[in-house]
């Protein structure tokens, strides 16, 4: 019953932007995006989030459609550090508070 | 600043003992958060803490999990008579607030490993 379709991986080279793509056809309206991340034995560690207008922040932009049917995380520019797995989650915030991830990307950032 | 603390890192323990996990949050935040997650597994969630209200129980998956907030901050995550399928990791993360747009952030964890 997956809301998100991910890639299961994908490389980026050191210093790319890395743009990792999250399928999310059957959002509603109240379904914010949000992604986060989980280096190998660490916290999942919040990165981003949006309703409809594409955001940025100091970690990543995230750019989603104006169908809001996906969207794309940006790592501007990938460092070795940012190998991790993504997962790319929608909820409803108010009251949708039992976070629950897919599979997410692995995403390997090579020197 | 600060971000959610978890102590211990690391706690081996054997079949039949109790064990207690702490939770400092972030400063202010008044939601609170456990979940735990197996090797390879998703999060699951255990139990949600908000203000003065009740707390949501309803993922603790047997009468050996228990779960306090003090004072409306630190947390302690208590498992009885602990079991080899209760290792895992336990996560615990918090909110500034459960409404429209809170975000939760998480701490490092408790790697649990019962013999």
């Known amino acids: 019953d997956a809301k998100t379709t991910q890639p299961p991986s994908m490389d980026c080279a050191e210093g790319r932007a890395a743009n990792l793509p999250c399928n999310h056809s059957?959002?509603?309206?109240?379904?914010?995006v949000y992604w986060y991340r989980q280096i190998h034995s660490q916290g999942p560690q919040y990165i981003i989030h949006?309703?409809?207008n594409n955001e940025t922040n100091e970690m990543a932009s995230l750019i989603i459609t104006e169908d809001r049917k996906s969207s794309t995380l940006i790592l501007p520019h990938a460092t070795l550090r940012d190998t991790a797995v993504y997962y790319c989650i929608v909820r409803v915030a108010y009251n949708d508070y039992k976070l629950s991830f897919g599979a997410g990307t692995t995403v390997t950032v090579r020197a | 600043g600060a971000g959610v603390s978890q102590s211990p890192s690391n706690k081996v323990t054997e079949k039949g003992k109790d064990v207690e996990l702490r939770c400092d949050p972030i400063s202010g935040h008044t939601a609170l958060y456990w979940y735990r997650q197996s090797l390879g597994q998703g999060l699951e969630f255990l139990i949600y803490?908000?203000?003065?209200?009740?707390?949501?129980k309803s993922g603790l998956p047997s009468d050996r999990f228990s779960a306090e907030r003090t004072g409306g901050s630190v947390s302690t995550l208590t498992i009885q008579r602990t079991q080899q399928e209760d290792s895992a990791v336990y996560l615990c993360?918090?909110?500034?607030?459960?409404?429209?747009?809170?975000?939760?952030?998480f701490g490092p964890g408790t790697r649990l490993l019962v013999l």
């Open positions: 059957t959002i509603s309206g109240n379904e914010y």
């Open positions: 803490f908000q203000g003065n209200s009740a707390p949501d």
């Open positions: 993360a918090s909110s500034p607030f459960s409404g429209e747009g809170e975000t939760q952030y």
């Open positions: 949006g309703l409809k």
